[in-house]
């Protein structure tokens, strides 16, 4: 999918899709945590054998009739504390083998938590806008592919919506960049707190986002758009201060199985700028 959406032009401070994909190295760390808890098995597998190898053998030692048929054993009694210190040398070394190799494997076992955190973290923030803290532009191929498989298999309803903020060139040419990434940063806050946890939004592009409607036939989602609207007429008498107003312009389509998620979006995205071409989107 990537390179096939528009790639609307970024004004104001955007991450895009420019960081590298850890996802391999994410994989091979996975892999070496599983070959490390494997190597924590083998051991404690081979300290059960040794355990019963030695048991067998004392047992052997003090019961020959009843392991082997034969008579009992005799030694000579200079030979007996040998016996018996090499016994106990056997099972001080094989214990101190392994209390080491399980050290060994919890050393590295901490450092492969640690370093699958830290890249596990650095794939979030990867796929976060730094200014508006929702998900970024390389984070849509992902959500739009999970989304759609579940619509198809669940057969349930699913519906992209895209926003647009209107006047937003003025708002940077008239107060500057600082000013627009304030709004952008609001915009984001009121979407987020307009859809469900189970939504998705993310910051699509420059002044453009993006809603991921599940579970939503696009009579819902316009009840949705409907309640978004009421919240950014409630954020602009919240901020009757501020030297600009919020305002949006919408537009959805519902995704259909079968159709192209990449259709689906940009029909939306053409009713966004039907509905922003209006008289009531106009300064």
Not at 22 to 44: H, I, T, Y
Not at 204 to 209: L, S
Request: glycine content about 8%.
């Amino acid at each position: 999918m990537g390179s096939d959406f528009p790639n609307p032009a970024d004004e104001n401070t955007f991450d895009g899709a420019k960081s590298s994909d850890p996802s391999l190295a994410l994989g091979e760390l996975s892999q070496q945590m599983r070959s490390v808890e494997g190597r924590d098995s083998q051991l404690w597998s081979i300290g059960l054998l040794v355990s019963l190898v030695v048991a067998a053998g004392f047992i052997a030692l003090i019961l020959p009739n009843w392991m082997w048929g034969l008579g009992p054993l005799r030694f000579e009694g200079r030979y007996l504390p040998t016996l018996i210190f090499g016994f106990i040398v056997l099972i001080i070394l094989f214990n101190a083998y392994i209390i080491e190799q399980r050290r060994t494997l919890a050393r590295t076992r901490g450092q492969l938590l640690y370093e699958l955190s830290r890249r596990e973290a650095a794939e979030r923030l990867s796929l976060v806008d730094p200014l508006t803290e929702v998900y970024n532009r390389r984070f849509l191929e992902q959500a739009v592919k999970t989304e759609t498989h579940r619509a198809d298999r669940h057969g349930t309803d699913l519906t992209f919506l895209m926003v647009d903020v209107d006047q937003f060139k003025a708002v940077n040419s008239r107060l500057g960049h600082l000013a627009g990434d304030k709004l952008l940063k609001e915009v984001a806050d009121v979407l987020k707190n307009t859809f469900r946890a189970s939504d998705t939004v993310l910051r699509f592009g420059g002044d453009e986002f993006m809603a991921i409607l599940t579970e939503t036939n696009e009579g819902q989602a316009q009840l949705a758009v409907d309640r978004l609207l009421k919240r950014v007429g409630q954020w602009n008498r919240d901020h009757s201060g501020e030297d600009y107003e919020m305002s949006l312009s919408c537009g959805l389509a519902s995704y259909v199985k079968g159709t192209d998620p990449q259709e689906v979006i940009r029909a939306a995205d053409e009713r966004m700028y039907f509905h922003k071409a209006r008289p009531a989107a106009a300064p």
